[in-house]
């Protein structure tokens, strides 16, 4: 599984790292960052991605309202979706998972644990 490309929504600029960093461990992936939905969609017009791992709480536009229309779409409607949020709340998980995302991570992830997730998705679609 190489030169992965990842699509990394947060706010944060410390959960954004910290999640690229993670995702290094695949080797050659490329990485774009957005700072909310609405940049989401945005870099989505110009980069192609294999992935998208986004949170829930983000001004602009969240996370679940972009799950909703990454799937609408039919140029994204088949990508994977993680959703990685603090929001640990099983109306949340069962909403974003309603909604079309592949999987839901709680924050504090453990890298580990991303990285098997994601294979897990990959492993899927193939």
């Given at each position: 599984?190489?030169?992965?490309?990842?699509?990394?929504?947060?706010?944060?600029?410390?959960?954004?790292?910290?999640?690229?960093?993670?995702?290094?461990?695949?080797?050659?992936?490329k990485?774009v960052?957005?700072?909310?939905?609405?940049?989401?969609?945005?870099?989505?017009?110009?980069?192609?991605?294999?992935?998208?791992?986004?949170?829930?709480?983000?001004?602009?536009?969240?996370?679940?309202?972009?799950?909703?229309?990454?799937?609408?779409?039919?140029?994204?409607?088949?990508?994977?979706?993680?959703?990685?949020?603090?929001?640990?709340?099983?109306?949340?998980?069962d909403?974003?998972?309603?909604?079309?995302?592949?999987?839901?991570?709680?924050?504090?992830?453990?890298?580990?644990?991303?990285?098997?997730?994601?294979?897990?998705?990959?492993?899927?679609?193939?």
């Amino acid at each position: 599984m190489e030169g992965l490309r990842f699509l990394v929504v947060e706010d944060s600029p410390t959960m954004r790292q910290l999640i690229s960093f993670s995702l290094k461990r695949f080797k050659g992936c490329k990485i774009v960052e957005a700072v909310d939905g609405v940049d989401a969609l945005k870099k989505l017009q110009t980069e192609e991605v294999d992935m998208i791992l986004t949170d829930i709480n983000m001004p602009v536009m969240d996370g679940l309202k972009l799950v909703s229309l990454v799937r609408q779409n039919s140029k994204t409607k088949e990508l994977p979706i993680i959703i990685i949020t603090t929001e640990g709340a099983q109306e949340d998980r069962d909403r974003g998972l309603a909604l079309g995302a592949n999987a839901y991570i709680s924050k504090p992830i453990q890298s580990s644990h991303l990285l098997k997730v994601i294979g897990d998705i990959l492993e899927k679609a193939n």
